[in-house]
């Protein structure tokens, strides 16, 4: 049955669903009705839900739990993340699963609270220290959120890492038709590393801690070699009208729902174009990038940012023909008629060239 | 075929409920629908604005750039939207409230006392139904009865006496542009 | 000799404190206090950073280690998924009381029932001896070459007594491990606040004010006589609050 929700909402029914009993968080605009919908939620279910100091000590309680083998989540916006991203990286460290939220507002600073995309290169290359991977997840639809979140927590768990949620203001806030599929089973929770008192077993210890050089590379070695595996396995995008496209629009999240309008309308005046849409920024869907290239003259990335995916479609395209950008910034949205705008210029129909 | 509407006025005023009841009827009808509300501030005590899409088909952009329609409950909001309206679309306009002047040719404005209408119903809470009323029947976007069916499912227990006087909001808004195209043609 | 015996909650590994530190002593009061109430295979003990950061490796308990300043809200995130296990943190002072100043107070203020070991030895040792919010007024440390000057550096923080003006925690006390007497008090009290754990009581820790020798650069005899002299006069001992009448005075 499909029911009428806000985005933030729904990652909440979709994280209870999907067995998570253990919320962490700090209330900022505009992702606060999902630490909303849990408080109310989460007790019902049986779970936890705390609202924490800060988001400092969010994190810091998500890995406490997390090392305790819960399914854990915590979700903040833009300047919130920036405050996770330490506690992010011991996580990926000690390799502790959890899922955590990005509803994104337009930055640097303060900035503002109106949807922006603009934490992409925090999100996919790092953001804390250190060598370390996530994988992020970008939906476009409510019924997305909640699919993704449930995959979300899969992901975290079976590579025993943090997997990041990144939406922004308009996912966050929009209400669409979602319906909760069942999912399978889950995959027995065998976390017997978790930190639970030692009872019948040799004591665990969670920690990321190595003064040894040599230890530390052994250490590093062996989550570049899961980081590896989820590059190899976890790539996810979608491809809209690409089959013949001269022009083919890459964005993703809410950018791509506005660049699907353009695409279709540039169809309508006759330009062949199509949208590939990276449903995972991290790993990035290099792939689907390539095997456009054939009929392909020339790309165009639009982004809620200043030009940050761009450089990432740039390496997969590596070339072999010219990358476009198009961005709004600051919680400005691109139109779809902007975008068409641009998709016009790049087909040569403003100088009246043919392009079919 | 797709609708795309957007509701405007004073926080408090119910704009954000109207539209969300719209996109709720859309999905009873089985349609594909968005609502998109403006968020932060401003919403205290300032204007709100939501945005709704109901569409046969997959809706891919959920923003609504030009509107077929706007609601408009206050005077901001008439100046805000009435030149984002789409070139022969619709104005509505709770003229007890509003009284500005719109100088565009090319849409129709209709002027409903919404409020005025409330109180002789005996609420004042319900001009919005009247306004949504008056804009199901210019357009047909869903029907008056799966808006009501949506508004008693969000209606907590024991306030399902309101559905009766929303019922009659609508018809009088409906009634309201229905004399008022009369009295044109 | 049966009381030299070496606790079953410390590990055989040998520790890296350095020659007079207190940490050891200290380490051991835990671990003593964790075989007498015979818990050792439900507590979840977590690290911090500085000096102590290896206790992971110490204490032969199911071990998080935590970013520093965060080891409460760590405690928390266990405590929370796991209320039946004994939940502990072990932290140095300039890991509570300065980086880690928000969640030490927030923790205390949800009467969080996890139990904080705070070892106070009035500077930043792992670092090398630098101030300290604990640092005395004109004590000189690396970072305060002439001595605390108050005037710009400001004043010492005063944990206990800080907290014990809240709601949230059932038991504060300050001891000291300076002499046999005072390391009998300091075991009493920690053995009192796992046991205030063990009870659902709510938050309990204990400040316990310890000697670093190699960074006050004096002789480990010297250094307890300056802890005696000098610590305990700014930082009295005793317990600052107690929801168990009979401990009280």
Redesign the interface.
Known sequence: M?V?MKGNEAIGEAAIRAGCR?F?GYPI??QTELPEYLAKRLPEAGG?F?Q???E???I???????????R?MTSSSSPGISLKL??IS?LAA?ELPCVIVNIMRGGPGLGG??PSQSDYFQATKGGGHGDYRMIVLAPASVQELADLTAEAFELADKYRNPVMLLGD??LG?????VSFRPRTALPAQDKTWA??????RA???????YLDPEKLERHNRHLQEKFRQMAENEVRSETYRTEDAEIVVVAFG?AA??A???V?SARMQGIRAGLVRPVTLWPFPDQAIKSVLASCRALLTVEMNAGQMVEDVRLAVAGARPVHFYGRTGGM?P???EILREIQNIAGVAYGASVS | MQQEVIVAGFGGQGVLLTG?LL??AG?LEGK??????S??PEMRGGTANCSVIISDQN?????V?EPGAVLVFNQPSLEKFAKRVRSGGILLINSSIVTGEVKRQDIQVYRVPASQIAAQLGNDRVANMVLLGAYLELTGAVSTESVLKALAKVLSKGKSGLLEINRKAAEMGALAVRRSAAAEA | MQALARPQALTEEKFHYCPGCTHGIIHRLVAETIDELGI?????G?ASVGCS??A?NYF????????HG?AP??????????PD?VVFTYQGDGDLVSIGC??I??AAARGENITVIFVNNACYGMTGGQMAPTTLPNQPTTTSPGGRDVKQAGYPIRMAEMLATLDGPAYIARTSVHNPKHVIKTKKAIRTAFEMQMQQRGFSMVEVLSVCPTNWRMKPVDALQWLENNMLSYYPVGVYKTVLQEVRG
Not at chain 1, 173 to 177: F, G, I, L, S, Y
Not at chain 3, 40 to 44: A, P, Q
Not at chain 3, 60 to 67: E, G, K, P, T
């Open positions: 499909k009428l253990c962490f605009t505009p936890v705390l924490a100091e800060s400092i000590a969010a810091n309680m998500v890995y406490g739990a997390a090392g305790a083998g819960a854990v330490e506690g011991y000690s609270i109106q203001g308009i806030q929009m209400m669409e038709a930190t639970t008192g030692c009872r019948g004591r665990n210890v969670i920690n990321s801690l809410t729902r506005i699907r309008t353009a279709d949205v139109s779809a008629t | 969300q996109a709720y999905l594909h629908v968005a609502w998109i509300p968020y932060g809706i891919g952009s959920p923003l750039e | 050792g295979e439900k507590t979840v977590v950061v290896l992971y032969n308990v199911d071990m998080q280690q935590a970013a965060r809200a760590v405690a928390t995130g266990i405590k929370r998924v796991l296990r928000g969640e107070v927030h």
